[in-house]
């Protein structure tokens, strides 16, 4: 079967390459574009760790088509932070000891970064349904839950 | 042979697609069908998108409701005059899950997915399928799922209900074991109108009590003509387990599932919380 083109944004940058017709984001960023921020977890949408935002809401990378792609705009944990300076969700994550063995981690952040930026201050409730379809293992999540909102409280403390 | 992908824009296009190829699957929101090609079951065929507007249009704002097959979970917690369907929509898998999961698609998840068709079950609704070039044709939707565990099928395009004319009058609750997103252990949708504080033409339906979503037949007749009041729940109780089938799965035993159903209906009747 002859590879398909496609095209699209990821982290700010025009991208191309070839897929096969069936070839899913999360494969085509790993092997084809070397962004392996998204993780491989379960491949059936349980897990959460190839969580990557599309034109600004979240989605499964494993679950999504490639090709479905086209001319979208994909942002991934790799994209987060500004040059040297980390994402405040970044920072968090570090100063609130959020992360074990760190694999659900860019699907938290990618989550979290989604919450934050349709509700900058939001409750414990609204970061536990947020992160309710990322699994960690490691945590128990309450650290992840402190650093979201930590990070809230500090964007909310910068725009005051 | 490998996966092929094709485009339909206009839902005529894909409903001929569908009918003239047996091995082509929509690939509605994705949430099912790339599982399956994950998994390497589906490795040989075609994947058919969609793109016709029309197959993700929400119309909500008169007496009756029409969701296109292609709108997703996200699409209607976004929509103001679908508030009663809220919770059912925010009971479908986490955010991530609910941008992609699609009206449609629901109505072909398995058992114990698949929590929005137990909703649009006690709503009476009608699911439109278009089974080639002709138009769509109105199929009940009892009738649709029973022939899904069948293997009947065609494109779906939407589906019609009436608005419910008091939003109290509809309940859901989704009983699962890990909060907020578990898998169902069962859902429960109830559509109880009023007339003279008695309710008429009761519709109550269950997921994850049987292959498909099921009417709970048996609790309807129980409320039939009734107040909402202690002895017509508690008579919906007693007859809360007719006509089900639940399966042992990886969430819940079949035995479990029978002995925690009226407990959960008499909660979900009476207004309580879990």
Redesign the interface.
């Known amino acids: 079967?002859a590879k398909?083109p496609v095209q699209f944004r990821l982290n700010g940058s025009d991208r191309a390459t070839f897929v096969?017709?069936?070839d899913?984001l999360l494969t085509t960023l790993r092997r084809g574009l070397n962004e392996f921020g998204p993780k491989y977890g379960c491949?059936?949408?349980a897990c959460?760790v190839c969580?990557v935002l599309i034109d600004g809401?979240?989605?499964?990378s494993?679950?999504?088509?490639a090709?479905?792609c086209e001319g979208r705009h994909v942002e991934t944990v790799s994209g987060m932070a500004d040059g040297p300076n980390l994402h405040p969700l970044q920072t968090a994550f570090m100063d609130n000891f959020a992360a074990q063995c760190g694999f659900c981690t860019p699907g938290m952040l990618m989550?979290a970064r989604?919450?934050l930026e349709r509700n900058p201050n939001p409750t414990r409730e609204d970061v536990?349904?947020?992160?309710?379809?990322?699994i960690c293992r490691c945590t128990g999540y309450e650290p992840i839950i402190a650093a979201i909102l930590a990070a809230a409280g500090n964007r909310s403390q910068r725009q005051a | 042979m490998?996966?092929?992908?094709r485009v339909a824009t206009s839902m005529a296009e894909a409903a001929g697609i569908l009918a003239a190829d047996q091995r082509t699957r929509l690939?509605s929101g994705?949430?099912l069908v790339?599982?399956d090609?994950?998994?390497g079951r589906f490795?040989d065929g075609t994947?058919l998108?969609l793109t016709d507007p029309a197959y993700r249009q929400i119309n909500a704002s008169g007496a009756r409701v029409e969701l296109g097959a292609g709108a997703t979970m996200?699409m209607v917690l976004a929509n103001r005059d679908l508030a009663f369907l809220h919770p059912v929509a925010?009971a479908v898998?986490?955010?991530?899950?609910r941008?992609?999961a699609t009206i449609g698609g629901n109505l072909f998840a398995e058992t114990p997915y698949g929590d929005f068709a137990v909703a649009l079950l006690a709503l009476d609704a009608q699911v439109m399928v278009q089974s080639g070039y002709g138009s769509a044709r109105a199929i009940a939707i009892e009738e649709f799922l029973n022939a899904r565990e069948r293997g009947g099928a065609g494109l779906v395009t939407a589906v019609q209900f009436a608005k419910p004319q008091n939003a109290a009058d509809f309940r859901f609750r989704k009983i699962s074991r890990v909060k907020?997103?578990g898998i169902s252990v069962m859902s429960i949708a109830a559509h109880l109108p009023n007339s003279g504080s008695r309710i008429t033409q009761a519709r109550v339906a269950y997921g994850a009590m049987a292959p498909t979503p099921v009417r709970a037949r048996g609790v309807e007749r129980a409320l039939e003509g009734k107040p909402l009041d202690a002895a017509s729940v508690q008579a919906a109780k007693a007859a809360a387990l007719e006509g089900t089938r639940p399966a042992t799965d990886a969430i819940a035993t079949e035995w479990y599932r029978r002995e925690v159903m009226p407990v959960h209906l008499g909660r979900l009747l009476a207004g309580e919380g879990r």
């Open positions: 079967m398909s096969d017709p069936g899913n491949g059936q949408g959460g969580t809401e979240p989605h499964l494993c679950l999504t088509l090709v479905a989550a989604a919450l536990i349904e947020a992160i309710a379809g990322n | 490998a996966l092929d992908v690939l994705g949430t790339m599982r090609v994950n998994e490795l994947l998108r996200a925010r898998g986490g955010p991530a899950i941008q992609m907020p997103k």
